[in-house]
């Protein structure tokens, strides 16, 4: 365990990290969160982004009449998608720029990675390059979720009954994975050989990429929506449960016939996974508005914040180092912990 | 394939956006009946989710271009199909500050209203935001019965509808009014009916229905329904009701319900019932597309109602005589 992570000292003194969230008044549903260096961003439902930094908060109207549909952080900069069909990234001073006008098509999912943003609305997915050459394609059905290969230019799309795995820079027609059904979110695992969705059907379905033998993590009881991987990549966590449910991944053939851990047992359902970025720590955030940190290691948990008024928690996200975690809620609350040193 | 629930969620669904599905062929009017609704001064701030986009628009209103993508659900069961697009506008629309006053789902013209009502049932997220208040069907009485001959989808979305809104009712003849409206109620006798021109209704006749209009198959006649069934058969879809004069027995009738959606529900198109429970001081009331059911016990039988039991079934090839049977062995 690194020293940004509460070490077995800290955890043995403190009890709960309550005292360590600045609040945040989001006002409006937080549909993403992420950090660009120092400062936490929270996407918003009104179309601002919310900043906050040791300055204070300010509010920048990047999608202005619109709302933010879907968000990633991407290094220096937060990418937003909009219902006003835009992709705009907003940098940590406030600025933002347009990266892609879709003329008012709904941008339903975006995705980074080095310095390449990809994005789509309905059927068509675009990707562009660190140098802004942007490329597109047409998916079989509406692409509900993107993401990045860990290695080389290539993205997982999922989409209605199956995937599709598209190289950007080749003319190569996308590589088809084909599973029956609605899928949603979008992942790799680190180390490359997984790609995983959640789905409509209350479950995760993933392939094997080497021989696309086909994984299904299935028993929630609702969508599992939120993903988030450890930092040693051998662990992946899902929300859609009343606990973070955790699938082993060092195994060759991944969580295949292996029953997941789950941690942070609460009667309520989880919504949100943000794995900490340099310890076997997670953040769990939680329907009523909860939010709490549970180290795998010896499942000791900590609240960060009690349940509250103001919905479910939409958005989590740590900062590069693990010293802060931004959240908010579908009500507009939100807050900012900073882990006690 | 969902179970009936249990029973008891705390009745009408408050705080959820109602959601009006407008359905009707090719020409019938209902880019006209949406422009009425939406100009007329109501005061309501409605997302409206259309096909295509230009006819449609008011400065209020929020307009969204869908893509009617139908897609079956994983669950080995064919007609659980739902409107993937409509789960991703709605999820999208409940981010928006504000929110709204109710949604309106216009459909093509050749849409099968099945998977739109079903994505009301099959998805848990849009479930808990919105509740299904009305499928509104736009029939041409001009051209309805051509229509009846050369389109399946005409006869689903007349059997589908709560409320009906029969146009162009000036370019036809008493007479041949008088023969639409038979091949429409021999199709769907229970829901309400509106004749009109330039698909002119009051926006209440059309929004605001709640909940399928329950209570109305309460309310019909039986002599009118026979009537209705037996004059035409211009379509092979029926409807059967069965009343139960008192308590029918939940025990018997819950697990007979699911079991015949499940093993009918290719031919079931909508089901529809209001019950007395034994010893139940709430009515329970469900509905159904399918195989999809959805119920719940709602508000007390007040003390000057008769305790009745009843039940619509609109489908295809439905056997009449077992349905009663069936039903009438769970009375009490």
Not at chain 1, 35 to 55: H, I, N, P, S
Not at chain 1, 192 to 217: C, P, V
Not at chain 1, 277 to 289: E, N, S, V
Not at chain 2, 300 to 309: A, C, F, G, I, V
Request: aromatic letters at 6%.
């Amino acid at each position: 365990m690194t020293s940004a992570a509460p070490n077995a000292t800290a955890a043995g003194a403190v009890t709960s990290l309550l005292d360590h969230v600045r609040p945040l008044d989001a006002g409006a549903h937080v549909t993403g969160a992420a950090f660009a260096g120092e400062t936490a961003m929270l996407a918003l439902g009104d179309g601002c982004v919310l900043l906050c930094d040791a300055a204070g908060e300010r509010r920048v109207d990047a999608h202005p009449g619109g709302a933010v549909l879907a968000a990633v952080g991407a290094g220096d900069i937060f990418v937003t998608g909009g219902d006003d069909g835009r992709v705009v990234a907003t940098q940590a001073n406030g600025e933002t720029r347009t990266i892609s006008d879709e003329k008012g098509r709904w941008i339903d999912a975006v995705a980074a990675s080095g310095g390449a943003i990809a994005w789509s609305c309905g059927k068509q997915v675009a990707a562009r390059d660190a140098k802004g050459n942007v490329r597109r394609m047409e998916a079989p059905s509406s692409v509900r979720g993107i993401a990045f290969a860990p290695k080389g230019y290539r993205l997982g799309l999922a989409h209605y009954n199956g995937a599709s795995l598209w190289f950007p820079n080749t003319d190569a027609a996308p590589e088809a994975l084909f599973w029956k059904g609605s899928h949603l979110d979008a992942c790799f695992s680190p180390d490359g050989r997984f790609f995983i969705t959640s789905m409509q059907e209350n479950m995760l379905h993933g392939w094997r990429l080497a021989d696309k033998k086909d994984m299904r993590m299935s028993g929630y009881p609702a969508k599992p929506r939120s993903l988030s991987w450890s930092h040693d990549g051998l662990w992946m966590a899902s929300s859609g449960a009343d606990a973070a449910i955790i699938w082993p991944f060092e195994a060759k053939d991944g969580p295949m016939g292996k029953a997941p851990r789950e941690c942070g047992v609460r009667p309520a359902k989880v919504t949100q996974v943000a794995f900490h970025p340099q310890a076997l720590i997670i953040a769990i955030g939680y329907d009523d508005g909860a939010v709490m940190l549970v180290r795998l290691t010896d499942n000791s948990e900590l609240m960060a914040r009690m349940p509250a008024p103001g919905g479910p928690v939409t958005a989590m996200a740590w900062d590069a180092k693990g010293k802060r975690l931004v959240f908010g809620t579908a009500d507009g609350a939100g807050g900012l912990l900073t882990l006690p040193v | 394939m969902p179970d009936m629930p249990e029973t008891n969620t705390g009745a009408d669904a408050s705080g959820k956006i109602p959601v009006t599905v407008l359905t009707g062929y090719l020409g019938a009017g209902k880019t006209t009946l949406l422009n009425r609704i939406l100009s007329e001064p109501h005061g309501k701030k409605f997302a409206v989710i259309v096909n295509e986009f230009g006819e449609v628009g008011i400065d209020n209103d929020l307009v969204v271009g869908a893509d009617e993508e139908v897609f079956e659900m994983n669950n080995g069961c064919v007609c659980c199909t739902v409107r993937g697009d409509l789960i991703r506008i709605i999820d999208g629309l409940m981010k928006r500050k504000g929110g709204f006053d109710g949604i309106i789902v216009e459909t093509t013209g050749l849409a099968d209203p099945a998977p739109v009502a079903q994505t009301f049932f099959m998805d848990q997220d849009v479930q808990d935001r919105t509740r299904l208040d009305a499928v509104v069907t736009v029939v041409d009485a001009k051209w309805l019965t051509q229509r009846l001959k050369d389109a399946p989808e005409a006869h689903n979305q007349i059997a589908f509808a709560d409320v009906l809104i029969l146009n162009k009712t000036d370019l036809v003849t008493p007479e041949e009014l008088a023969a639409v409206e038979a091949q429409v109620r021999a199709i769907n006798p229970y829901a309400r009916l509106h004749r009109t021109q330039n698909a002119k209704v009051a926006i209440d006749d059309v929004l605001g229905r709640n909940a399928f209009d329950l209570d109305r198959i309460m309310e019909l006649e039986p002599d009118f329904l026979e009537e209705g069934h037996h004059a035409h058969h211009d379509s092979d879809i029926q409807s059967v009701a069965v009343t139960v004069d008192g308590d029918v027995d939940p025990d018997k009738f819950l697990p007979w319900l699911n079991d015949y959606a499940q093993r009918e529900g290719a031919n079931l198109l909508r089901s529809k019932g209001i019950l007395a429970f034994r010893g139940e001081p709430k009515r329970f009331v469900f509905q159904g597309v399918h195989m999809m059911l959805d119920g719940d016990l709602q508000r007390d039988w007040r003390p000057d109602e008769k305790r009745t039991s009843k039940i619509v079934m609109i489908g295809r090839d439905l056997d009449r005589e077992a349905i009663e049977k069936a039903f009438r062995a769970c009375a009490v």
